[in-house]
């Protein structure tokens, strides 16, 4: 319900997530005020499909576009709930899901550009409206009348001939209102207000504070031999960001998670060093950038709230909806990895020891034990000479435009018919995006779909998708989407060429993309990615196994100036070095969702920790204490936890990788990439939503629970020291 307002169905994968905060002294903020007729908020977008229309919107349009859409929602759910009338599915259910329109508009454009291409006033106006959201979502849901209405409902539904749909929305509206509190006394609700408040205002300040700190510990070198082993093109992006930031030399901007890609080519030790270092100590060097005082109180209030509604844990709060349900079942699918992991770690580790030491004694020189910073560097001289693959002469046959058109939309419409048409007409909130319209194999529009490939300092890290207008039937509004990543912008007149791993960010945040566009909801509340965290991955991630297909990769990996296709040998190459450094990657993985679950398996009578402290006794506790393999993301820069709506839910990118490999198993078992198995995958997953319970979607679609068993496969895991699931 007002899915605006949900964080947990926003944003999909890493980005500044919907603000979901609340509203007090509404007169004393101008929130009564009528919106001016020249907001472009004011009133539907005249632009194709409702788009916003970036070219008219300022910064000052965001603030009093959202604040007179939360006074528009308040009148509209005073009515719904002092309404004489006795409550009916319609004047009340489906009344609310009309509602708050005018804020959604603008709501949604802020959440883009503010995780995409933010500034200081945009910022200001997140840190004003997060508490002015977080009350408003409390005026909604602790609303007194609104809830009996709901609940009346609710407890008469088998008499009301409802629709599976309907009768669905009704049960999570219900559920909606019980988890935020309406159950509680009116003393504890103030409280649960209080918490609610501070809880969103530190997210936001978190988000800020992190983005901040991630430009700030970039690594600045004036001496271009500490880039040794870069490409050319890297070292020009380096002297481009540098220049950027008005410095001499180069500056190597940091990605979001604890790894750099760059350490991989980097030949200096010493820089190597350093850029390591200045990943994972950002965001804890005591200064206003320091995230560490945040989490702490994050962690503690959460643990709070979860008490006063009644659960022993902020983890417990939170899983109820999801498809493991509970801690325990999160926890226990982690712990049934960690053997396995551990093992190839260490394994993976004594190979690149033994690399170090042989080297070390060809040269004559001394040899050193591996540190965190070597890793990358050494595990990419164990795969080129154990499968002769280099990744660095990958890249000329992944030009970033070919991927997108040739790969990532071929796919798309060998499975599902779709096709792409490019829109010059639909403005974007920074230059260099691409915008498509999307169409059935009839010829029907479907959607629209942005893309924001570049890195800037102004963005957020990592790589997420999220709409622009939200589908459903009810209102008439087919999805409006966008994907984001952090790719290096080439520098003018060069090609942009990418990674492997870029190349299957691509067909992952598309995969999110998929699942939007082919919503196929009557309410918005229930559609497309209105999934839960451990459901919501599982379309991205599946979407992945196409970036190898031989039919797909032949079509769009070519040389960019040869017109060459990448030779077989390479793509052999590829496929056998594909469980090459599995344990790390699947290590860093699981060793960051354990430490997302422990943090938020706090009780509310623990004191306010150290966070540095207590996140190496939960990695020691839990197992993962192995030095050169550390957590994806550290407690200070896990934004996913934070502020993005992922707090216990880190762990469902491992499970629904797990989901991933069984359902592409069923496809490999079935004919592969083929319009009938796309349609079927279409018509059973991926324009469901949140209608079907998500156990009962998958067996639906594989004819079993799932099996743990093709994702240890894939991953070069022996599954006998697992489990299964």
């Known amino acids: 319900m007002f899915r605006s307002l949900l964080a947990a169905t926003a944003v999909i994968a890493i980005a500044a997530p919907l603000s979901a905060r609340p509203v007090k002294r509404l007169a004393s903020t101008g929130m009564t005020a009528a919106l001016a007729v020249s907001n472009p908020f004011a009133k539907p977008s005249t632009l194709p499909f409702q788009a916003p229309d970036f070219a008219r919107i300022k910064d000052g349009d965001y603030l009093p576009a959202m604040l007179a859409g939360m006074a528009q929602q308040k009148a509209e759910i005073i009515a719904i709930s002092n309404q004489k009338a006795a409550p009916t599915f319609n004047n009340t259910l489906a009344a609310m899901e009309q509602s708050g329109q005018l804020l959604e508009r603008a709501q949604l454009a802020f959440s883009a550009v503010s995780g995409a291409n933010t500034n200081d006033r945009l910022d200001a106006i997140d840190t004003k409206t997060s508490p002015l959201f977080a009350a408003h979502r409390d005026f909604i849901f602790l609303n007194p009348k609104l809830f009996a209405r709901v609940k009346s409902l609710h407890d008469r539904q088998a008499s009301l001939g409802l629709t599976a749909e309907q009768a669905k929305l009704l049960q999570v509206s219900y559920d909606q209102f019980v988890h935020s509190g309406a159950q509680l006394s009116p003393l504890k609700q103030a409280e649960l207000k209080v918490l609610n408040l501070r809880i969103g205002t530190l997210q936001t300040a978190f988000g ?70 200045a990943s994972v100590n950002r965001a ?104 002769d693959l280099d990744r660095d002469a990958l890249k000329p046959y992944f030009e970033i435009n070919k991927v997108l058109t040739d790969g990532v939309f071929f796919a798309a419409n060998k499975l599902y018919g779709l096709t792409f048409s490019e829109r010059k007409d639909v403005p974007t909130w920074t230059n260099d995006m691409r915008v498509f319209e999307v169409k059935e194999e009839s010829g029907k529009h479907l959607g629209l779909m942005y893309f924001d490939f570049y890195k800037r300092d102004n963005k957020s890290g990592g790589a997420w ?141 623990a004191p306010r920790q150290d966070a540095d402290a207590f996140e190496a006794a939960a990695l020691a506790k839990g197992g993962f204490d192995y030095a050169d393999v550390p957590p994806r993301y550290r407690s200070p820069y896990f934004r996913h936890i934070w502020s993005n709506g992922y707090a216990s839910a880190y762990y469902a990118y491992a499970w629904t990788e797990m989901l991933d490999h069984d359902a592409f198993a069923w496809f490999q078992a079935n004919g592969g990439l083929t319009r009938a198995n796309g349609q079927r995958f279409r018509d059973m997953i991926l324009s469901r939503g949140n209608t079907i319970d998500y156990g009962t979607m998958f067996r639906n679609f594989t004819g079993h629970d799932p099996d743990i068993t093709p994702m240890l496969t894939f991953r070069g895991l022996t599954p006998s020291t697992t489990g299964a699931q």
Request: charged letters at 20%.
């Open 284 to 387: 804890s060097k005591g200064d206003d950038n320091d995230t560490r005082p945040l989490i702490a109180e994050i962690a503690q209030l959460r643990a709070q709230q979860a008490e006063l509604l009644g659960y022993p844990s902020y983890s417990a709060y939170t899983l109820y909806d999801q498809m493991a349900k509970t801690p325990a079942a999160a926890n226990g699918f982690i712990d049934r990895l960690a053997p396995a992991v551990s093992a190839k770690e260490r394994a993976e580790a004594a190979d690149i020891q033994a690399l170090i030491d042989a080297q070390a004694k060809a040269s004559g020189q001394a040899s050193f034990k591996a540190q965190p910073w070597d890793w990358d560097f050494y595990s990419e001289q164990v795969r080129k000479a154990r499968y």
């Open 208 to 277: 800020q504070k992190l983005l901040a700190a991630t430009k700030a510990g970039a690594l600045h070198v004036t001496d271009k031999a500490a880039l040794a082993g870069l490409s050319d093109d890297a070292i020009a992006a380096a002297a481009r960001a540098a220049k950027e930031r008005k410095l001499d030399g180069y500056v190597l901007s940091l990605q979001n998670t604890t790894q750099q890609p760059l350490l991989a080519s980097l030949t200096d030790r010493a820089t190597r060093e350093a850029l390591f270092k």
């Open 465 to 605: 998708m999220s709409n622009l207008v939200n589908q459903s039937y009810l209102r008439g509004t087919t999805p409006v989407i966008y994907n984001v990543t952090n790719f290096t912008k080439p520098a003018p007149g060069k090609p942009a060429l990418i990674t492997d791993g870029d190349v299957t960010t691509m067909f992952h945040e598309f995969g999110h993309a998929l699942h939007g566009l082919f919503a196929a909801q009557t309410y918005p509340t229930l559609s497309g990615t209105a999934t839960a965290r451990d459901f919501v991955e599982f379309p991205s991630q599946f979407n992945e196994n196409w970036a190898l297909d031989p039919t797909v990769l032949k079509n769009y990996a070519v040389h960019y100036q040869t017109g060459a296709l990448l030779p077989q040998d390479m793509v052999d190459k590829i496929k056998r070095s594909r469980t090459h450094n599995q344990g790390y990657e699947l290590g860093e993985a699981v060793t960051a969702a354990k430490l997302d679950l422990d943090w938020h398996n706090l009780p509310a009578s």
